[in-house]
């Protein structure tokens, strides 16, 4: 396991299609996080889980985004009804619980890049 | 609300000059976290630092090193004897001491461009 591994790279998508990405995280961390970034800025928070629970998730995460980890394992971030202000780069990362309640870092995945047309 | 500021949207050196990339930040956290991320073109971010709230020491790096100053809620980078691989994206985040949480808050991006 070399690191976080997002699929697809690159993904374009008709306005109002859904899309479906999906994050494997490092295996024995147990807290992954999702990420969107657009052009010229930095990422922003979307949501978080610990293990297969969704702890929180941000306002930018309109009822159109449902984020799932299924086991604590890998996660899937899911756009429906997909408009073209959801194009960007989503970004997850994951981090381990291991030194505890130190922050340790994040380890981010290269990203998928969606493309809205 | 927590926030970061990169005040330097873009940075052009020339190899081997010193170049220090500036980070700004709010927030009503007691404890916290900084941190330097670089986004190379390949989009994916290298974690750089992690400096909690509590230690004010400077660090360095090999060429790297980061200036943190609480009185002036200020957490700069300085990259020393620039390379053209240090050619880069650098966000600075913040986070706050959520049961260890990453719930990063970047700043909008520092481009560096090291020129041969």
């Known amino acids: 396991d070399t690191g976080v591994s997002q699929n697809p790279r690159h993904k374009i998508t008709k306005r109002g299609q859904n899309v479906t990405f999906r994050c494997d995280p490092i295996?024995?961390?147990?807290?992954l996080y999702w990420y969107r970034q657009t052009l010229g800025q930095g990422p922003e928070f979307l949501t978080y889980?610990?293990?297969?629970?969704?702890?929180?998730k941000s306002r930018l995460l309109s009822d159109r985004f449902s984020a799932e980890r299924p086991k604590g394992s890998f996660s899937t971030l899911e756009i429906q009804r997909t408009e073209q202000g959801d194009s960007a780069m989503y970004l997850c990362?994951?981090?381990?619980?291991?030194?505890?309640?130190?922050?340790?870092?994040?380890?981010f995945g290269q990203g998928t890049r969606l493309t809205v047309v | 609300a927590q926030k970061v500021t990169q005040a330097q949207t873009e940075i052009s050196v020339v190899e081997k000059e010193d170049v220090t990339l500036d980070c700004v930040y709010e927030?009503?956290?007691?404890?916290?976290?900084l941190f330097w991320y670089k986004q190379p073109p390949s989009g994916e971010l290298v974690f750089l630092i992690r400096?909690?709230?509590?230690?004010?020491q400077n660090e360095i790096s090999g060429r790297y090193s980061w200036n943190f100053q609480k009185s002036t809620s200020s957490f700069n980078f300085t990259i020393t004897a620039s390379q053209v691989v240090d050619s880069a994206v650098y966000f600075c985040?913040?986070?706050?001491?959520?049961?260890?949480?990453?719930?990063?808050?970047f700043g909008q991006g520092t481009r560096l461009t090291i020129n041969p």
């Open positions: 889980f610990q293990n297969e629970a969704q702890l929180e």
């Open positions: 990362a994951s981090s381990s619980e291991v030194d505890r309640p130190l922050n340790t870092e994040a380890f």
């Open positions: 400096r909690n709230s509590f230690d004010e």
């Open positions: 927030t009503r956290d007691t404890t916290y976290y």
């Open positions: 985040a913040l986070s706050e001491a959520d049961q260890g949480a990453q719930k990063l808050v």
């Open positions: 295996s024995e961390h147990n807290r």
